[in-house]
DNA sequence: TAGAGGATTGAT
DNA sequence: TCAATCCTCTAC
């Protein structure tokens, strides 16, 4: 079953961040499935440098992380990678957490092939990667995760309190004290979870 | 309109 | 440790 719009509408970011480990992301591309549990995310906000939104800076390319919650929000990095967050929050409110890293669970043959790899290991053990793996790109941006092309899956697995582990981000040290925010969420001793 | 830099990755 | 690579933002 899909996650409810409720669940995106959170207002606080950090819980929903911890909350989407377990879950499943699946994502139809020219009706091709694929998809994977979410083991490793990332929580940013307006109120935090880190963000792309802090102080409610608002530019072409996050415009979406103003939906509200339940909304995709994908852009290009380093002008190789894409990277693929779910905006949350209520609508004005820029959130959005950032998914790291997967358990690859369905189209694991597809994904091989983007990945042009026969392994199984780690083909979705980043946000650069996962994406790659899933096929997502910039045309999958502001989509509703209530609809047919990318959503989030109640997987049913349950992820006790002592199983997840938080972290501080990565790749954001520009941000001054908020890099060191405990805002990195993982499951705990899970092989899947990026790099170190 | 030009210049700088980035929520990364993989090879050296 | 460093380059790849191109979109986005900022300043002129």
Avoid at 58 to 63: G, P, Q, S, V, Y
Avoid at 93 to 101: G, K, T
Avoid at 110 to 122: A, E
Wanted: net charge positive.
């Amino acid at each position: 079953m899909k996650l409810s719009e409720s669940f995106y509408q959170q207002s606080d970011v950090v819980k929903i961040a911890r909350e989407l480990l377990g879950k499943e992301l699946v994502v139809n591309i020219r009706n091709k499935i694929s998809g994977g549990i979410i083991v490793e995310t990332e929580a940013y906000s307006w109120k935090e440098k880190g963000s792309h939104a802090y102080n409610n800076r608002k530019t072409d390319r996050n415009a979406v992380m103003y939906l509200p919650g339940g909304f995709s929000y994908v852009y290009l990095c380093y002008g190789i990678h894409n990277m693929f967050n779910v905006v949350t929050g209520a609508d004005g409110v820029a959130e959005a957490v950032l998914i790291r890293a997967l358990e690859p669970t369905t189209g694991i043959a597809l994904m091989h092939k983007r990945m042009n790899t026969d392994s199984d290991h780690r083909i979705t053990s980043g946000p650069g990667k996962l994406a790659k793996a899933l096929g997502i790109d910039r045309s999958l941006n502001g989509k509703y995760l209530l609809g047919d092309e990318v959503w989030i899956e109640d997987s049913g697995i349950k992820i006790g309190k002592k199983n997840i582990i938080a972290s501080k981000r990565i790749g954001i040290d520009y941000a001054g004290e908020d890099a060191l925010l405990p805002w990195r969420f993982t499951i705990k001793d899970n092989k899947w979870v990026s790099k170190v």
